[in-house]
């Protein structure tokens, strides 16, 4: 072989190497973590920012990547079709088309882009700078191909460029999350404190509020010394007042508060003022999100409120606490009660109270359980089957089988709920009601 067949096999593996370096850079820079490098370029990497400044423009980076790839794709073929061509003859042309096959999806996609999808942010700050040359060099021809490609689809009456993303921030960062936990890079803990945290803005004090029905109240007309008994026996810091009615909440005594007047009395309970020790009710409409009522009490610097419906009508009461169980998680301390309301059975099924959310079973049990038209698993059953169902009852939606264990007048208080997984097949197809 002379030196020029020498000259043009160096310049066919030159084109190869300059194919996989285009194919790694793109699939680099498409995959690096924008937070990653928006993080490295507040801390001042250069090379950061000019990742940045080529993600910004999308389109045009793209573009220059591939009119390079293709580029030297062609001129690959085109050389080593002639350097086989002059040694084989005519049957070089199908030697040819083996070799640059072979080497284009081993040495020039395959390798480079699975180096490149393992290391992405490494691999798009190295290659930075060179790509932004080429972009650089290939953008008058870009530019005139983008021209072109948007009359062309305007044809068809698409149109290019527009916002269609159908993902907001808040979804994307939650589908990450999701990713990341089922990749075993974040625990279901985090996982579940993240979504806690997205969830502030979509759910309503109405969702995680102490029902009425649960509210530990005192009668403000009974004796001051009988009203001290009850603080003192109850587990909780703050108690609704009422008078006449219970829907008739008057004022919220706090603990401290009430033990500071009984010492100023000297410990005589009888001499005490309620009235005057109580504070004033704070009511917030049931409909006000998580995110506004944890910033209400934030700045108006108390953790209880009371929750009225439209007409007025106490419906619940939520605390600060309450909101930050939805990220942390349940809180318990010294003078809490224990409340079992999730107990597992040894077959798999779960027994649940009617009265627990759906949102905390979901989390302890990491399942799926839509919450947007009940809030209590109870409720869940009521709202699919479209009645309020007998005990023995059984129904059979969202993959699981839940089966009524025990019922008080119209209220569903214990439930049996087994994913459908864990049961036997049966014969024929599975129904609403059984």
């Not at 009265?355 to 009521?382: C, F, H, K, Q, Y």
Request: aromatic share 6%; net charge negative.
């Amino acid at each position: 072989m002379d030196g020029s067949i020498w000259v043009s096999i160096l310049a066919v593996l030159a084109c190869f190497v300059f194919s996989g370096f285009f194919s790694g850079s793109e699939t680099a820079l498409t995959a690096s973590s924008r937070a990653r490098m928006h993080a490295l370029e507040k801390g001042g990497d250069k090379r950061a920012t000019l990742v940045n400044r080529l993600l910004t423009a999308r389109e045009r980076l793209i573009g220059g990547i591939l009119i390079g790839n293709n580029v030297v794709n062609t001129l690959a073929a085109s050389l080593t079709t002639g350097i086989l061509l002059s040694i084989f003859g005519e049957v070089g042309i199908v030697y040819a088309t083996i070799v640059v096959s072979v080497f284009v999806i081993v040495f020039s996609e395959i390798l480079p882009k699975t180096v490149a999808i393992n290391y992405p942010d490494k691999v798009a700050l190295i290659v930075a700078k060179p790509i932004s040359w080429i972009v650089a060099l290939f953008g008058p021809i870009t530019l005139a191909i983008e021209a072109f490609i948007r009359g062309l689809v305007s044809l068809f009456g698409l149109k290019l460029g527009e916002d269609t993303n159908v993902l907001s921030a808040t979804e994307e960062l939650r589908g990450q999350v999701d990713l990341l936990h089922k990749e075993g890079g974040v625990a279901k803990a985090e996982r579940d404190m993240l979504g806690g945290l997205l969830d502030l803005r979509e759910l309503a004090v109405e969702d995680v509020m102490v029902h009425r029905t649960r509210m530990r109240m005192i009668d403000a007309d009974l004796p001051p010394d009988a009203i001290v008994r009850e603080v003192l026996t109850s587990p909780h810091t703050r108690l609704p007042l009422w008078r006449g009615r219970h829907e008739n909440i008057v004022g919220i005594l706090h603990a401290k508060d009430l033990l500071r007047a009984l010492d100023a009395v000297g410990g005589e309970a009888v001499r005490l003022d309620i009235d005057a020790i109580a504070l004033e009710p704070w009511f917030v409409p049931d409909r006000t999100s998580l995110r506004d009522q944890l910033r209400a009490f934030l700045t108006k610097k108390t953790h209880f409120a009371l929750v009225v419906d439209e007409y007025g009508e106490v419906q619940g009461l939520v605390t600060l606490e309450d909101i930050i169980e939805e990220i942390v998680g349940d809180i318990k301390d010294e003078h809490d009660i224990a409340v079992s309301g999730v107990r597992v059975q040894v077959d798999g099924s779960v027994n649940v109270d009617g009265s627990v959310s759906i949102r905390d079973l979901n989390r302890v049990m990491d399942w799926a359980l839509p919450d947007e038209e009940a809030t209590t698993i109870a409720g869940l059953v009521i709202h699919e089957a479209q009645l309020i169902p007998e005990t023995g009852q059984a129904f059979t939606f969202h993959g699981f089988r839940f089966q009524v264990l025990r019922k008080t007048r119209n209220r569903i208080t214990l439930l049996r709920i087994s994913p459908l997984d864990l049961l036997k097949p049966r014969r024929g197809t599975a129904t609403a009601a059984e």
